[in-house]
């Protein structure tokens, strides 16, 4: 994966953003974060609500880059392999834990109830990664 192929396919678009847009997406992380650590929502509930915010720190970090992930199908995927071309190679195994955090938030979101027997993990991750919700 490259930009230069993502552009070319239109999976993404080159994108200046903004101090406000910014702020609007660290909010989005900060109210995910606080809603997937209450303790009465189902744990399905909370865990694709953890993994929005990565999904939302993610398309931050391109956003910075200087890119926007186009919204088709499949882009969420796009979108966090592509914090691999932004971040870097420490970044990998983050990108590749969340794409596995992807595939079961569709399990959750579409297919069955009762999947996210744990999701402490992903919350304690995301936390780790993008600090506490302000």
């Not at 552009?7 to 992380?29: F, G, P, Y």
């Not at 303790?39 to 391109?62: C, E, K, V």
């Not at 966090?80 to 190679?89: A, F, P």
């Amino acid at each position: 994966m490259s930009w230069t192929k993502l552009l070319a396919s239109k999976e993404a678009q080159r994108h200046k953003t903004s101090k406000k847009e910014l702020d609007n997406i660290r909010a989005l992380i900060a109210r995910d974060l606080a809603d997937a650590a209450i303790a009465g929502l189902s744990a399905d509930r909370r865990f694709a609500t953890a993994y929005n915010a990565a999904l939302q720190a993610a398309n931050m970090a391109i956003a910075c880059a200087g890119y926007r992930i186009m919204s088709k199908v499949g882009h969420h995927r796009v979108s966090l392999e592509s914090t691999k071309l932004v971040l870097g190679k420490p970044a990998h195994r983050y990108a590749d834990y969340f794409e596995t955090c992807r595939r079961k938030r569709n399990t959750i979101d579409y297919t069955f109830s009762n999947v996210a027997i744990v999701t402490q993990p992903l919350l304690n991750r995301a936390l780790f990664l993008f600090g506490p919700p302000a």
